[in-house]
């Protein structure tokens, strides 16, 4: 199910009783941990954060979540507490106040509870327009250790991605999404122009462009929900990596 399916606890073993039918008519369920007090607190604490995901994402309108990106870390990939010195950015869709995604705005309780959930900081902010630029670009940053800056950069991803609005629809059908990230054009966690198209192409079916705006690399990704969050995610994972293969040759780089 949704709240058990891949669940994984060190030092909880864990089971799920009743019928069949029962589970596929979402009626009651027992789930049964075992193992030592604080192992099994712990697997609470992430089953009520996954039950809480569900029912935000169902009231939002995509209860079909592709959560099993963020679940588990890859093969070399920095450790989950790893901090690199860049951020995620997401690029707000035009018409979007940024004052709908703070904590007195429509979206506000959403943004909460996906911080909080997650464990990442994520804020609104925007770029200072330069002379020559074709818009100015607010956007929400995301920062934190590594599997929470994930776990928020898919959240937030699907929240920006439904909230882009057209004149003849409210919300975006599945294969007509869009969705755009800043990222930097230097520094340790920088990925080059060219490796864009390479990146999104070995994990997703989404188009992508990258552009060169300022300090930043505007990529924009188009295609279906799933398919735009999963190339945020592999970028976000590009980048991350790059960030700690240069730590390793080099030391931690200063926080800002």
């Known amino acids: ?10 030092g909880v073993s864990l089971s799920v009783s009743g019928q069949r039918e029962a589970f596929e008519a979402d009626s009651e369920r027992r789930v049964s941990l075992i193992g030592v007090p604080g192992a099994v607190h712990r697997a609470l604490q992430l089953l009520f954060a996954r039950l809480r995901r569900h029912m ?27 901090v690199s010195t860049e951020n995620f950015r997401l690029v707000l869709p035009l018409g979007l106040a940024m004052s709908e995604l703070t904590a007195d705005g429509t979206h506000g309780v ?12 994520v804020r609104v902010q925007q770029v200072p327009r330069r002379a020559g ?6 956007f929400v940053e995301i920062a934190g250790g590594y599997m929470a800056k994930l776990r928020a950069l898919l959240e937030v991803a699907a929240l920006l991605v439904l909230l882009r609005s057209t004149p003849t629809q409210s919300a975006p059908s599945d294969g007509a999404c869009v969705l755009e990230l800043l990222l930097p054009t230097s520094g340790p966690s920088a990925l080059a122009q060219s490796s864009i198209g390479g990146i999104v192409t070995l994990a997703s079916p989404a188009e992508s462009s990258a552009d060169v705006q300022g ?3 505007l990529v924009r990704l188009q295609g279906g929900r799933a398919a735009c969050c999963a190339a945020a995610i592999a970028l976000g994972r590009a980048a991350e990596r790059r ?14």
Do not use: N
């Not at 935000?56 to 790893?82: H, K, Q, T, Y």
């Not at 630029?133 to 607010?138: E, G, H, N, Q, S």
């Not at 730590?247 to 780089?253: M, P």
């Open 110 to 121: 959403t943004m909460a509870q996906i911080k909080e959930d997650t464990g990442a900081a």
């Open 1 to 10: 199910s949704w709240a058990t399916g891949d669940f994984t606890a060190e």
């Open 215 to 217: 300090e930043h690399l």
């Open 133 to 138: 630029a074709p818009r100015p670009l607010a």
């Open 243 to 256: 960030a700690k293969e240069h730590e390793l040759a080099h030391g931690a780089s200063p926080l800002p």
């Open 56 to 82: 935000r994402w169902l009231r939002i309108g995509a209860p079909e979540m592709p959560w099993g990106m963020c679940e588990s870390r890859e093969v070399g990939e920095p450790g989950e507490d790893f």
